[in-house]
């Protein structure tokens, strides 16, 4: 594990040490690429709600039973590596985090799997995605994956590797997100910068020196000299300028107005969301939010943004950490989306009283599901039934009521 151990010890620029990995230049001046679009604030926190809410997940191995129904197989090797620790490095959440963050920005994420000599697999490494590409073998046809570290690269078999695409043109790469949005990002980067200088110059975007006659060189230069070092930086925004020889100073306006400047951050803003469709109030933009429509984005935010993720992940690591004889037994892999309301302690209840009033569970199976100790006895596995709604069998069971009046009818008026 040492080889891909090794890469995540690098800085975040390290990586960039070619041309490729620097980047393209945007039409706004700034180069982007998948790492200094971290540094853009509305990338980053998109980027870290993905995958923050896929780690924080509950992931299980189940296997169906014959009549419907599965249950949690705690002794398959992969119920360990997925609920808990993939590595002996990483929890699954970082694991998952580390992985989904890949995806979100480079559109592909990537990792190792090891089997021992009996084909079991003992641990899941995060491969960096610079690292690894997938190739067509021209002899067999079949999809190999190139790691390439230290100018040496190893094929490794498509069986070892777990990826996850997304949106791609072909089935097997992604596309970059921050690639396809290069002019949005360039654009977000370019304001934040303009910002940061504005505000490091004392609010001052620049101005013009007037002089009736003509300086010298060093003249200039010492002006220039006197200019950088007491006219510049925040901490000297409000001292006066001592100008001589009848020189005048003419400021330049301030453009913020004119560009739009805070429009423009907006609307970037947004098309960032856009872009990795995470609600804007999840990154603290509650400019249009209200308590009813942030309940509805939150709930459109796990219908469309990530049940669309979780099923990648889904059939990626059945089809990966099982074999023909596995799945055909029944095993597969499945996220708990109940998770993601642990948060509304409120609902959660609400929805576990709905179905212990239906019948669906019993309260040992509530209180397992909130880490508390069942119930000893018959009662805890008992399952009720709500009184207004019986089954047809059961009503055609009851025996109808005779009329104490004992005319013989059973509503006592034949």
């Known amino acids: ?48 709600v993905l995958a923050e809410t896929i780690g924080s997940l509950p992931l299980f191995v189940y296997q169906a039973r014959a009549g419907g129904g599965a249950d949690k197989v705690h002794s398959h090797p992969a119920y360990h590596l997925l609920h808990n620790a993939p590595n002996d490095e990483m929890t699954s959440q970082t694991w998952r985090e580390t992985l989904m963050g890949h995806i979100a920005l480079s559109g592909n994420g990537y990792s190792r799997i090891t089997l021992n000599r009996r084909g079991q697999i003992i ?23 190139q790691m390439t570290e230290e100018g040496t690269t190893e094929v490794i078999n498509s069986d070892q590797i777990l990826h996850i695409p997304g949106l791609g043109y072909d089935g097997i790469m992604g596309y970059s997100p921050v690639s396809m949005a290069r002019e949005a990002i360039g654009l977000g980067l370019a304001s934040t910068e303009f910002a940061a200088r504005f505000f490091g110059q004392g609010m001052n975007i620049g101005g013009v020196l ?22 510049s930086g925040l901490a000297n925004s409000w001292r006066p300028f001592v100008l001589e020889e009848g020189m005048k ?35 603290a933009n509650l400019e249009r939010s209200t308590n009813n429509n942030i309940e509805h984005q939150s709930l459109e935010f796990v219908k469309y943004t990530i049940l669309p993720w979780i099923t990648r992940w889904e059939q990626t690591l059945n089809w990966k950490l099982f074999g023909d004889n596995e799945r055909a037994r029944g095993l597969y892999v499945k996220f708990n989306v109940e998770g993601l309301l642990r948060g509304d302690y409120k609902s959660r209840q609400e929805g ?3 179905q212990r009033q239906n019948g669906i569970i019993n309260a040992n199976e509530w209180r397992e599901m909130e880490e508390m100790n069942p119930i000893e006895g018959v009662s805890g ?18 025996q109808p009521r005779k009329n104490p009046g004992g005319n013989g009818g059973e509503n006592g008026n034949e």
């Not at 040492?2 to 980047?23: A, C, M, Q, Y």
């Not at 960096?128 to 079949?142: F, G, L, Q």
């Not at 107005?257 to 951050?265: C, G, Y």
């Open 1 to 48: 594990m040492g080889v891909i151990s090794r890469v995540f010890n690098l800085s975040i620029d390290d990586h960039f040490k070619t041309e490729p990995f620097w980047g393209v230049k945007s039409k706004s001046g700034v180069t982007v690429s998948e790492s200094n679009a971290l540094k853009y604030v509305t990338v980053y926190s998109c980027v870290r």
């Open 123 to 145: 641990d899941i490494f995060p491969i960096d995605w610079r690292m690894i590409e997938p190739v067509r073998n021209k002899k067999t046809r079949r999809i190999e994956y």
């Open 210 to 231: 007037e002089h009736p006659g003509k300086l010298s060189d060093p003249a200039k230069q010492n002006l220039q000299k006197s200019l950088d070092e007491r006219g």
């Open 249 to 283: 100073w003419s400021r330049i306006p301030m453009p913020l107005t004119d560009a739009q400047f805070l429009e423009t951050r907006k609307f970037t803003r947004d098309e960032i969301c856009g872009l990795f469709r995470v609600p804007p109030h999840m990154i």
């Open 352 to 354: 576990l009283g709905i």
């Open 381 to 398: 596995d008992a399952y009720l039934v709500n009184g207004n709604m019986i089954s047809t069998e059961t009503a055609s069971k009851q």
